[in-house]
């Protein structure tokens, strides 16, 4: 009997098979194993509640197991004291019977805490099949009263539930449903003069671990809820929360803590001696004996909405802990509490030691003196401010004033690295999931990629069979939503396409993406091929967005997909009649038409319908450039661009003719935006189609009288393009935009100096500098002439007669 057995095993009160039905989802393909299917738990202990609690519904639960001792010890959810000071608790009590806040569904996966690859953090994770986004986590961390709890009970053999509303309730309800009281600390705190509840928590209970502290903990809590509104009631909603009344006991937290009190009362019918209850303080005074009637609790769960929901553990950051909302815990320092709960001798002079090794991984000067020095500090800080023992802010301030000279970027640093820090779990590999996350996970297993939380940059070499298949799947993922890398130019240089870079970075939320993603298949292909092709279907989809879900098929290796869309591009393309929806589609083509040589893919189809898309074009571009505003003009002389790179990039002889005979028509028109012509003209030059008289002809022609300021600064737009070095080694081009600028009178020139801005601005610093010396290498006249001064010709004579006197030619 393996050890996650053991623990589950029906005694004293533990899951027994009749409570938890463990049942493999429909979409599971033979010869599958367990870990591929999704855990879908439907839970029968409401109804075996309900019905312990209709027995005598008058009777109170005192006389349930008269014997037993039930001991509810209240915690700070991912508290590293609390943590200590629970597994002492419990060393001490040593339970035959443990309950957790949690999900009560979840049971089935509690003995996959005793597997050597179950690594926190790590979550339960729990959505409707039928609706994945519908989901809600739980995280734990290695010091989290509840992680330690479980662990207890798998090294000693003692059976471990939950206790919480199930999750088919809670995914079930309205978000708006659920409570979103005030802290109850808060107040706490406040009364202990703190302005801060997380730094009242550390001082009176993270650093003075204490298994005496959780009965003073439920009184204190006991004491909060009496006047708390909502308290005395268990069937009518409480009113609102107000200033004079800022705690509330609202209606969720009431049926919760129902459900809590009938999962204890069947574990102590069920025979447990030695109950420990482990939940948020909150909710310690609602738990101690007596219970009470069962009937009042019945009540309140009659009628709860329900769902079918599946479970399982995932993976988890410590990034994601100290999120405050989304799918975070709220934990603002997950990893000084991680420091804390692990490190147990001189925990101080240990954490500063680390801050110096991260500030040295960047360079920056840390000497043991630094270190001593900030110890130091540290400690008077916490003796001043009546501290046991220095806690965060008090080792902040002191690597702050010490390690960091009061400088905040270094300090953001080590708030990133260690305060908070990006260690990512692990969990089993036969932990229940979806067919699909167990794919990705055998093929990352395959291609050697893991999971981290902090991101790194892969080089692929698309040569290489395994960064190939790499490739292939980062392209799928992205397909379907899950972004785990993301493609970026890296510092390798290569000619071609044999190279690409990704920067890897794992979320968390990821395994959501990954169970909405399961609809679409059960492995990664299947699943973007159903997807890409679905999207294809849509009758609004665009012809670029179909060329371009024809290159991410191509890039992710998608070949059932690839037929269907070259079809379905051949469609829309053939109804489509704007000439820029044609544009914009060539160029994802044309790359496309590229990969056949790098990864063996048969471009023949892609080839017949980028021909096609081309004569199209070629047709409709000359008559589609005029009548345009400036906005217009901008945006078809960017889309010409891509277009006339991805067609110089296939190096298609026909291709290329066909493309520049078509930019001929248009730089040949009088009627076309300055911003298409003189582009036109440009990259006519450029393919050495127009000489250098030619186009000076055509620039002296735009800048004649004829044509208004701004049409010529349009044109110089065009023509320019980005590109100031060719200002620089065509000195004639050159002299004639300095000649029509210094032309302008100043109303003229206000009015283009938008324009001109944008166009010189687009230039590179060095360009500009290269550009300023050019002009004062030929020589510009200045833009305002000086008159000369009159001579006065009896000064002149004076100048004169001194000038002969120093030669030596006096007379």
Known sequence: MSQRDKVIHPANGATTPDDAVIR??????????????????????AAAVDSAGDTNPGASDSSVGAAAVTRVFGIRHHGPGSARSLRHALEEFAPDAILIEGPADADPLVGFVAADTMTPPVALLAYVPDSPARAAFWPFAVFSPEWQAMRYGVDHAVPVRFCDLPAAHVLAADDDARGGGSDPLAALASAAGYDDAERWWDAIVESVPDSAAFDAITEAMAALREDAPGSASETTPPEAATPAAPLIVDQHTLVREAHMRQVMRQVLKGGAKRLAVVCGAWHAPALVEPLGPAAPDTRLLKGLPKTKAALTWVPWTHSRLAAGSGYGAGVTSPGWYHHLFTETQRPVARWLTKVAGVLRSHDLPVSSAHIIEAVRLADTLAALRGRPLPGLSEVTEAVRSVMCGGDETMLRLVVDELIVGETLGGVP???????????????????????????????????????????????????????????????????????????????????????????????????????????????????????????????????GATEGLITRLEAAAALDHDVTHLLGALPGLTRTLRYGDVRGTDTKALAHVADGLLVRICAGLPGAVTGLDIDAAQALRTQIDAAHTAISTRDDEHTSTEWLATLQRIADRDDVHGAIGGRAVRLLCDAERIDDADSARRLAAALSVGNTPAAKAAWIDGFLGGRGLLLVHDRELLRRIDEWLRDLNEDQFVATLPLLRRTFGSFESGERRAISQALRDTGSAPATSVGHPEIDPIRGQLALRAATAILGAAG
């Open 24 to 45: 493999a989802s429909s979409g599971s393909e033979p010869g599958e194993g367990d870990s591929a299917r999704p855990l879908e738990v439907t839970t029968n202990a």
């Open 429 to 559: 590999e036969d932990t229940p999931t979806v067919p699909l996350a167990a794919d990705l996970r055998a093929r990352c297993k395959t291609l050697r990629l893991k999971p981290e939380a902090l991101a790194r940059n892969i080089d692929l070499d698309l040569r290489k069979e395994r960064d190939v298949e790499r490739s292939h799947l980062l392209h799928r993922l992205r397909l379907l939503g899950i972004g785990w890398g993301t493609p970026t130019t890296g510092e390798v240089r290569s000619t071609g396409t044999f190279r690409e870079t990704w920067t890897l970075r794992w979320e968390p939320e990821f395994e959501v993406r990954i169970v909405e993603a399961a609809v679409w298949g059960t492995t990664l292909r299947t699943a973007a091929e159903t997807k890409i092709l679905d999207t294809a279907s849509r009758d609004d989809i665009t012809v670029t967005a179909l060329a371009d879900a024809l290159e991410t098929a191509l890039l992710a290796d998608l070949g």
